[in-house]
């Protein structure tokens, strides 16, 4: 071989392995994933709130990534369907294992969270409810790794005994209840609290749901003088007891849940209902950041309602304990989630020693010609 020919080998041979040494130098080890699991009822007839979970989500995974990721590695969402069925959830639960999900953000409806959990926390997988108020999802927490972003259900009885006890008269309270496990279970929470702090009711009763008149109960709290009732109940049926008793004559306040503020209830109440409280979650929009989530989400045609700013909180706090800890490791980020203040769009998040976020979850709102509006905005 003459020395040319060579020449010119040797320098191809030169240029590749150049090339490939500056490859090696220059591109380095590839960037892995960080997997956040998402499981919402994207079917069945929770379908319109898990619409709102992977709104929330994929919104906070596209801004995290649009900031560069977790701790420099880019953020993947696997979002998947357990339609609230705890059979559905299982197999999801074993599908997220498989992924390699470092967290889970869900699941929405308490039962599947709850089978769930001990899956997530045998395999060292975070588990981050926006929407379980079950008090045994962190009573009976299945591991370090679970924590709630979302108010507890027994609060709601401690928020109205409390609103009683600080701003209404507890010389006459009445105490009713449909004998419904969600109406039950509240007036007696209410009367708990209440009886905790040696204030004792004037008459505890249920009644029968679903009747056309109310009359006969409305005489006795007439005859005792009751002048605050706090009723477990649906809107139609509190709606009617409050107009039996202001054709009566009477002003006794109402009291009650959620559903008081339903439009149901302030059109059968015709005009009875004015004044009525009712003890339901804060609205998180009243924080600014989460108010402006709520309109890019609303320009965007997405969905904008309690659950999507939850969820995009739920993972603006655990991205925020990631890049504290500086890892994904289990045991750092959920020590970091335990016991540091994490900021999200609504303020700064704590939790507590269960796991439960510490915000205030409730809140009383008052009717007042027609609408409603928080008894601490008025």
Not at 3 to 18: C, D, N, W
Not at 87 to 94: K, P
Not at 140 to 165: N, S
Request: charged residues 20%; negative net charge; aromatic residues 8%.
């Amino acid at each position: 071989m003459n020395v040319g020919l060579r020449f010119k080998l040797f320098g191809r041979r030169f240029l590749s392995l150049l090339a490939a040494l500056w490859t090696f130098v220059y591109v380095g080890p590839a960037v892995a994933d960080v997997h956040i699991g998402v499981v919402a009822p994207l079917s069945g007839q929770f379908s319109v709130f898990g619409e709102e979970m992977k709104a929330g989500a994929e919104q906070a995974v596209a801004d995290l990534n649009a900031n560069g990721g977790l701790n420099g590695e880019p953020v993947t969402l696997d979002l998947a369907d357990d339609a609230c069925k705890v059979e559905d959830a299982t197999a999801v639960a074993n599908q997220m294992i498989g992924k390699g999900v470092v967290a889970v953000i869900g699941h929405f409806c308490a039962q599947p969270s709850l089978e769930v959990a001990s899956i997530y926390a045998a395999q060292d997988i975070l588990q981050i409810s926006p929407s379980v108020i079950d008090p045994q999802f962190t009573d009976e927490r299945a591991g370090p790794g679970v924590f709630r972003f979302a108010p507890r259900r027994d609060e709601q009885g401690k928020i109205a005994a409390d609103y009683i006890l600080q701003n209404l008269s507890t010389q006459a309270i009445a105490i009713l209840h449909d004998q419904g496990s969600y109406g039950k279970t509240l007036a007696d929470a209410v009367k708990s609290e209440l009886n905790a702090e040696n204030v004792y009711e004037t008459f505890y009763s249920g009644y029968e749901p679903g009747r056309r008149d109310y009359g006969a109960l409305a005489s006795r709290l007439q005859s005792d003088g009751v002048e605050v009732a706090f009723v477990g109940g649906y809107a139609a049926d509190v709606a009617l007891i409050a107009k039996a008793l202001a054709t009566r004559g009477m002003e006794t306040l109402i009291m009650g849940g959620e559903t008081l503020l339903l439009e149901e209830y302030w059109t059968l109440s015709e005009g009875a209902g004015e004044g009525s409280l009712a003890v339901h979650y804060v609205d998180p929009k009243v924080h600014a950041a989460a108010k402006q989530l709520a309109e890019r989400l609303q320009d965007n045609g997405r969905p904008n309602g309690r659950y999507a700013l939850q969820t995009y909180a739920a993972i603006e706090a655990l991205a925020a304990a990631v890049t504290d800890a500086g890892t994904t490791d289990f045991a750092e980020v959920a020590n970091t989630l335990a016991s540091q203040g994490l900021s999200t769009i609504f303020g700064e998040v704590r939790f507590d020693d269960k796991g439960d976020m510490t915000l205030p979850g409730y809140t009383v709102y008052r009717w007042s010609e027609g609408a409603y509006l928080a008894t601490d905005a008025m």
